[in-house]
Structure formats: structure tokens, C-alpha cells
Antibody, heavy 118, light 110 residues
Framework: QITLKESGPTLVKPTQTLTLTCTFSGFSLSTTGVTVGWIRQPPGKALEWLGFILWGGDTRYSPSLKSSLTITRDTSKNQVILTMTNMDPVDTATYYC??????????WGQGTLVTVSS | QSALTQPPSVSGSPGQSVTISCTGTSSDVGSYNHVSWYQQPPGTAPKVMIYEVNIRPSGVPDRFSGSKSGNTASLTISGLQAEDEADYYCSSYTTSRTWVFGGGTKLTVV
């Protein structure tokens, strides 16, 4: 059974750094073709792809957010970590992590709502 | 990269068919068959309904089908049911080796 679950703060202040952790089970991020990515969704708005980490450890980021995002992994813990700097109220959103395999996001976490407010 | 273009809303009656379009560019939809569609009922995480343009994952009803022509992909839902009411998003791989989502379409079953 494949599961993913996001964890981290629900409230951050403007200019602070957000760190979210995706803990997954039921698959290996070392398997060729597997990636784990982050997608966010502001309240009432569309999904936005943020970035992902590939099975070999390479990363790809959304061009519009590349300067503020870092995605890393801890293979011993089956975790993928998203770090986003200089948070702004417009970054208030539900943040999802999802596995991508066979060119689709086939398993998603339940999402975690992060509010940016002073 | 800009979001893929979807109609904000579509509607249909039970039993009818509806089609949702997803228009991109030659840098995404037009370059690959790596187009997928996601269903998102309110308050839930998205669920993949179609991937690689027209492949249905196990468990997805065959009422859902996908196609692509040029820079535009489409999702067709036939035999509409009340449970199909949800937001639908398309997604495509891009020539920059990133992913992009559409703006989403709200399907109402009237």
C-alpha cells in the first residue's frame, strides 16, 4: 500500500522560511522512473506544480519559484523535504506531495494547509 | 511557463456527455503524450483519471476517456453521473523537463 503524508507548520510569518516534510511508504525513491514532487493550491484556486526530486537525486523546480525552493530527500527515512524561503501571504495554500511514476501523479498525500500571516 | 488553459466551468445533465479542453503550447501538450487528468471533489486531494493522454488507471470507469490533437488535450465524460461533479485539472510535461497544470474546470451535473 502506497501512502504519502505531509507534515510541518500550519502558520508561518512573512519573510520566514517554510519547511515541509513528505513521509512516504510502499515504494522506493531509488526505483528508476520514480519522482516525488510538491504541488500547492491556494484556497479556491488551481493546482500549481512546485518541483520534484528524481530517483537519482536530481531536482527540477518551477521557473517562477526556482530561486526560493529547495527539495531534498532523506532516503533512510523515506522522506522528501521542501524548503521555501521568504514566505509571503500569497504563498498561503494547501501543499501536497505526490509520487510521479509512469508520467502521472498517481499517489497524493492528503495535503497540509499553510497560512502565511503576521 | 504559463498554466494550461481550461474552461472555468462546464455542465451537463445525468446521462449526457461533456468534454473539457486543455490548451497548451508546442512546449508542453504539443510536444509529448505525457498529459494527465485529475479529479478533485471539494476538500479532497486530486485523483488521476487519465494519463498518457488516454490511459485509464485501474478502477477508473470507462466513461472517462482522453484524447489529444496538436496543442489541445481533451477529457470526455460520457453517461454523466452526480458523483462526477468535481473540479478537473489537466497536467503536461514540458520541454523544460518540468510539469504544468491547467487552471481547472468545475463540472456541474445539473
Amino acid at each position: 500500500q502506497i501512502t504519502l503524508k505531509e507534515s510541518g507548520p500550519t502558520l508561518v510569518k512573512p519573510t520566514q522560511t517554510l519547511t515541509l516534510t513528505c513521509t512516504f511508504s510502499g515504494f522506493s525513491l531509488s526505483t528508476t522512473g520514480v519522482t516525488v514532487g510538491w504541488i500547492r493550491q491556494p484556497p479556491g484556486k488551481a493546482l500549481e506544480w512546485l518541483g520534484f526530486i528524481l530517483w537519482g537525486g536530481d531536482t527540477r523546480y518551477s521557473p517562477s519559484l526556482k530561486s526560493s525552493l529547495t527539495i531534498t530527500r532523506d532516503t533512510s527515512k523515506n522522506q522528501v523535504i521542501l524548503t521555501m524561503t521568504n514566505m509571503d501571504p500569497v504563498d498561503t495554500a494547501t501543499y501536497y506531495c505526490a509520487r510521479n511514476y509512469n508520467w502521472n501523479f498517481d499517489y497524493w498525500g492528503q495535503g497540509t494547509l499553510v497560512t502565511v500571516s503576521s | 511557463q504559463s498554466a494550461l488553459t481550461q474552461p472555468p466551468s462546464v455542465s451537463g445533465s445525468p446521462g449526457q456527455s461533456v468534454t473539457i479542453s486543455c490548451t497548451g503550447t508546442s512546449s508542453d501538450v504539443g510536444s509529448y503524450n505525457h498529459v494527465s487528468w485529475y479529479q478533485q471533489p471539494p476538500g479532497t486531494a486530486p485523483k488521476v483519471m487519465i494519463y498518457e493522454v488516454n490511459i485509464r488507471p485501474s478502477g477508473v470507469p470507462d466513461r472517462f476517456s482522453g484524447s489529444k490533437s496538436g496543442n489541445t488535450a481533451s477529457l470526455t465524460i460520457s453517461g454523466l453521473q452526480a458523483e462526477d461533479e468535481a473540479d478537473y485539472y489537466c497536467s503536461s510535461y514540458t520541454t523544460s523537463r518540468t510539469w504544468v497544470f491547467g487552471g481547472g474546470t468545475k463540472l456541474t451535473v445539473v
